[in-house]
Every structure is written in C-alpha cells, then in structure tokens.
C-alpha cells in the first residue's frame, strides 16, 4: 500500500525530521553540559573495581570496591578500611544506568543503608550523579553521595569512545540534532536515542558498530503509525582524536533520491 503524503502528515513529518537551524558544523560545541551515560551491566561496560565516594555534604568519603558482577547486573563487594568504611559489605544490582545497593554491618545490630544513584560517563571516567543514601545513621537533608570509579579492574573496564552524545547533520544541512549512544556490548550491537529537538524527536534507535563501520536503525512514529530509517556510515577520527562518521548514508522513511546524505561526530566531554 503506497502511504499518501497529506499536508497534516507533512506536518508531523517536519516535527519529526526537523526544520530547526542547528550550529554550524565548523562552529565549537559548548559541551560542558553534555553527560554521556552509559548502563554498565549488561551492556558491556563493567563497574569491577575500587571507587571513591562521599556523602553528607562532604564529612564522610572513603572507597568501595566492586568484587564481582553477574549477567544480571547483580554485584557485591565492600567498603575499605578508612574510618567511614569500616569494611562494610554492599550488595546491589544495575539496571539500565541506575545503581543500587545496600550496606550492612554486625556493627549496626541489623541496621542497614539504601544506597542509589543514575550512573554517567563524564571525562572517561564511570561515575555517579543525583546520589542519595537512607536507612541507619541516617539524617535528613544531609543524605546526598557521590562516588566515582578510579580502578577499573573488570571486563570492558576501558570505555567505548563511541559511547555518549553525537552532533549529527543531514539533507544537505536541512535537518541537525543530537543523538546519544547509550550502551554498546562487547559484540557490537548498540542502542540509543536521538535528542528531544524538533529534528530528534526523542527517537529510540538500535544497530551495530564494528570493524569502524556504524549502522543502526531509528524508529519514528508519525501519526501513531510507526516507521523506520536505516543509517550507516563509516568511523573515524578528527584531528582532535574524536569519533567523526565519513561517506554517512540514510534510507527508509520520509527519504528522496539525492538527499539522504548524513554526517555526525562525538561531542568533547
């Protein structure tokens, strides 16, 4: 069935793709507020190893370790030997890009803590943003924590950069936006969204990057019908060493003869 292109479609389908004016390509990103996250439990990047962490507005820090993580995103480990340590065992699990665990000591007669946090990549380093911790000890107002991974110890402890946010353009400059490649597993395949700008549309996307070629599929709903374009585009580095695509390529939904061109690059962090 050939879809007919009404002008309400049309529409939507600017909505979708985008008619924004984005920055232009040769011009700095201001990137200072740019996170990239990352899911480190399934998707190939591992938590294994020793952070260092405080909490309460700074009058407690110290270290935990990361012993050991299942496919599940299950892990244990314990808390170092400093005065606010205490050798403290912790068991958690991470879904997605959250972390949560809890800490427990004979010490505390059967008291324990409710620690979690979203989980972000910022400067190459696995680390953690909006933390908060409950249970025993605890005080209101003065629950806050932050923790960051400095020895990596585990498998995939060396981070993709691919992964985090892209500037992508395309339709010979008609169309610009962002999107984000949230989680990249040891075989390749990887998933993500485009940005929320009129050109992004908060659109899921899901693909592969091997052997320095990048191709994914994005989903678009348009109308509450759902359809699909195929990218792809070869991998590799600017003169500053950032991830930049090359001979970029899109197909599949809304797409016409002679404008289907597309470039992208990462976004310093």
């Known amino acids: 069935m050939r879809l007919s292109i009404t002008p309400s479609l049309m529409f939507t389908l600017c909505a979708a793709l985008a008619l924004s004016p ?5 011009q700095a990103d201001n990137a200072s507020g740019i996170m990239e996250r990352a899911a480190p439990s399934s998707v190939g990047v591992s938590p294994i190893g020793t952070w260092v962490w405080k909490c309460c507005r700074g009058a407690h820090s110290g270290t935990f370790t990361i012993q050991s993580q299942d496919s599940e995103g299950r892990f244990s480990g314990r808390f170092g030997n400093g005065p606010s340590d205490g050798q403290t065992p912790i068991h958690g699990r991470i879904r997605g890009n959250r972390i949560e665990f809890t800490r427990s000591s004979p010490a ?8 979690s946090a979203d989980l972000q990549v ?17 005080a209101p107002s003065v629950d806050d924590f932050e923790a960051s991974l400095t020895r990596p110890e585990g498998p995939g402890a060396t981070l993709s950069p691919m ?8 339709c010979r400059g008609a169309h610009s936006g ?16 485009f940005g929320n700008g009129p050109a992004d549309g ?3 996307f899901e693909g592969t990057y091997r052997r320095g ?12 019908r759902a359809f699909t374009q195929q990218w792809s585009a070869r991998v590799i580095n600017d003169s500053n060493g950032l991830p930049t695509t090359a001979d970029g390529q899109w197909s599949g939904f809304a ?4 404008n289907n061109d597309f470039r992208a690059r990462k976004l310093a962090q």
């Open 163 to 170: 992964l985090g946010t892209w500037r992508w353009e395309c």
């Open 178 to 193: 962002t999107f984000t490649i949230q989680e990249l597993l040891a075989d390749g395949s990887l998933r993500g969204i």
């Open 122 to 138: 910022r400067s190459g380093r696995l680390s953690t943003v909006n933390g908060r911790w409950s249970g025993y000890s605890h």
């Open 202 to 204: 908060a659109s899921p």
């Open 22 to 26: 984005g920055r232009a390509w040769g």
């Open 213 to 224: 070629a990048l191709s994914f599929t994005r989903h678009v709903t348009v109308n509450g």
């Open 255 to 258: 797409a016409t003869p002679g």
């Open 108 to 115: 505390w007669n059967g008291g324990k803590q409710q620690w």
